[in-house]
């Protein structure tokens, strides 16, 4: 040990000698500057440890960064909460036997745009255009404490806040301030959310499984054992939408749909709210209020095709395909039935201005405002009507 730091891999022989678990084997980890001499390659690297972190040849001390706090008491590590969005408990068993133990794994997801301080820059913004450097630090610990992290990274979507305000013209608007509390866009997957987890005394949650009939993708040539892709899906979040009101995500394409035949989909929706729950009326759908509606067209306020049905909500603690995935939240519709609703408005002299719609069964609607062109569709939005 000639850096005199008493320096140990991970995987030294002697930790396996004595049966030691995970984090007795990073005991010996800290300071190692790739000094200490082992066979092994996997217990160093060819860069140092030390503050140079893009290896430029200049320290960088400028304090100026964007602050996203997360309070770790035990109180306070609630989904909901703390960028908590889910957690997952699980017993496990030692490696050497004994008694299992709960662990849980809780899921952070920090919207970048949404930080509660500024440090540097005279509090002022300073764009997102060049991060280049990511800090974690932990205060206010009275005792010693191991954070286990996987899988830290930036996640991208390619499906947008619309930020205008969508409403439903026929129901008399008041000029409400604000449209919704919140609401979010997401991901949520089978890997990720496959397991939902329940607090003692509380009502059962909805896990994520796979929509009926859809198999997981399987991935060859990467390793030698065959694996199969995670399988996921858009989520959107929305608290407290106002009647008569939308929430909806959007994305921006360019495509020639004359080609396709049919558009399908599958819906999922369900609440937390105690008092839409208990409204639910035969099938679970709650009235005809709440429903999903996606837009395609040349824009998404003056010339789009709208498919809109009500929504049947999945009850807390069912796990089903089938009770998850609903068939009447299905969408199955034939590209000629819009084709065949514009010919009708055309023939009816319908304003073009004026959204007209043509009512399906069980609740569905298909809606043309202006003059869509599926030969040339720009953008495509999914979203949530009250």
């Known amino acids: 040990d000639p850096s005199g730091d008493d320096f140990r891999h991970h995987l030294d022989p002697a930790y396996s000698t004595n049966n030691t678990q995970l984090l007795g084997r990073y005991k010996d980890y800290d300071n190692y500057e790739g000094n200490s ?18 290896r430029d040849n200049v320290v960088q001390d400028a304090e100026q960064y964007y602050e996203y706090p997360m309070n770790l008491t035990p109180t306070t590590m609630q989904i909901g909460q703390n ?11 030692p490696p050497n036997g004994g008694t299992a133990e709960n662990v849980t794994w809780y899921q952070f997801r920090i919207p970048v745009r949404e930080y509660q301080g500024i440090q540097g820059n005279g509090g002022q913004q300073f764009g997102f255009k060049n991060i280049r450097f990511m800090r974690l630090y932990l205060t206010g610990w009275q005792q010693a404490v191991v954070l286990r992290m996987v899988q830290p990274q930036f996640v991208a979507n390619q ?14 608007l008041n000029n409400s301030l604000t449209d ?18 329940t607090p003692a005394g509380a009502t059962p949650g909805i896990p994520y499984v796979q929509p009926p009939g859809i198999a997981r993708d399987t991935e060859y040539g990467s390793s030698s054992v065959s694996r199969q892709q995670n399988e996921q899906s858009l989520r959107l979040c929305v608290e407290d939408l106002t ?7 959007y994305k921006n394409i360019s495509i020639n749909m004359l080609r ?19 409204s639910l009326s035969t099938g679970n759908a709650v009235g005809d209020t709440v429903r999903a509606f996606i837009r395609m067209g040349t824009d998404y306020s003056q010339n789009y095709y709208e498919y809109s049905l009500p929504l049947h909500f999945t009850l807390a603690g069912q796990t089903t395909q089938t009770d998850v995935w609903p068939e009447a939240n299905n969408i199955d519709v034939a590209f000629q039935d819009f084709i065949d609703a514009k010919a009708e408005r055309n023939q009816r002299g319908w304003p073009l201005t004026v959204p007209y719609p043509k009512r399906l069964a069980d609740g569905k609607i298909i809606t043309i405002l202006g003059n869509p062109d599926f030969s040339a569709v720009q953008g495509c939005m999914i979203g949530i009507l009250n």
């Open 260 to 278: 396709y035949k049919h558009l399908r989909m599958y819906l999922h929706a369900d609440t937390q709210d105690p008092n839409t729950l208990t």
């Open 37 to 54: 001499p082992e066979n092994s390659q996997l217990s160093s690297t060819a860069y140092p440890d030390k503050e140079d972190l893009n």
């Open 243 to 249: 009647d008569g009101y939308a929430k909806a995500a």
């Open 180 to 197: 919704a509390r919140s609401f979010n866009i997401s991901t949520v997957s089978v890997e990720e959310n496959g397991a939902s987890f």
């Open 159 to 172: 499906w947008r806040n619309y930020l205008s305000r969508i409403s439903d013209p026929k129901l008399g």
């Open 83 to 93: 960028y908590i969005i889910d957690k997952v408990t699980n017993p496990i068993t």
